[in-house]
DNA sequence: TATCTCACATACCGACGGTACGTACCGGTG
DNA sequence: CACCGGTACGTACCGTCGGTATGTGAGATA
């Protein structure tokens, strides 16, 4: 049953994790008050503490909605079924100009951690980008592409690598050149890891 | 010329800085208050607000005192001038089990880069963990070890995947078993990046 | 229509970062 | 030795912000 209540209350929701996004996106969730969320959201305090237990479970909401556009776009690249290794170098090149987007690179990969705290931020990202990442790596092991060294700790190496590198190229001060290298040295990598 | 209330003062401040350290290990930026910080130097906030001109400012004193703290250890792991592939291999050991610790892992890998702003963070990194590790790749570089990708984006690639790493060894249900197969992998994506 | 419920709005509290101002003590000067 | 200037704090206070308790009115229910 789809009531005309619930419909407005699901707009309201929505409309205050959209505010969240923009706001912790732009000034970080410290730099951000929660009377400036409600008031972008045209809402009061009362609606937010109604709909999220406090400015943790907001930051989560505004954290798994970006996490959800982000899968979306990246299973859309990584769904082709062709060669492995040309899906996975699609995916590497996908994945490092989603960190270019801010909103990912401010909530998800620098803030993140450090609000949700280190171990829960790993365990939410085993249903996101991480577990992405893992499964394309896992892959590359199985087609016998590359070295078959522990799957997880490779994903986890190349994750923070591709998440260092995305950082970099977005604060260059020359970001197409930059992002080119990037991308250069990250195959460069994995060719040195691939089976001959 | 060395007073004696300089010396009162100084030894004020380092009080300060090491409640600072310790607390912010413990709790976090966000989860620790100035009020803690002064109680245990058994200062008030007066003093801190003499020697700091805030919050900010006594966590990168905090930064300052355990970077300059790992520095040091490293550089003497650094400074033998053996050959240059086992010297950095030493050095990648060496860092891996600094990151291990927990004031370097909370306060310089995560913290830092939101606290101080991922901008400020590079900056300062230039100085401490960073500037050192991308000497010894230029090393590497130089002595026609490794392939001669862009020093800056590979130092980059490096760093991050190192942090995530220890990360992932600190927060391992078996980390003498995952520190292990970080080492490994670590050492076989250099080996792949190696000149034959 | 009467009632109930829920999705908010309003008013308020305590904690915390930061500031203004007072003060005691050290170190130099006549 | 008396005096004085400045440094190194301590104390009292303010504004902001996250969070809570309670009121209320529109929409669902019978």
Redesign the interface.
Known sequence: MRTRRAEYSESTRQALVDSAVDLFTKR???GTSLDEVVKRARVTKGALYHHFSGKQALFEAAFAQVETQSIESLTAVISGDGDPWEVAVAGLRAYVRKCLDPEYQRIIV??A??VMG??RW?EAEEHFSFGLLRSAVQLLVDAGEI?D??V???A??????????A??IA?SSDPKR?GR??E???L??L???RKK
């Not at 986890?156 to 590198?165: E, I």
């Open positions: 970080g969730y410290a620098h803030e951690p450090v280190w171990e790993r070295e060294l522990p997880e700790v490779m986890r190496l190349l994750f923070g690598a591709l998440s260092s590198g950082s970099t604060s930059t290298d990037v250069r040295a990250i460069r990598v060719e040195g890891l």
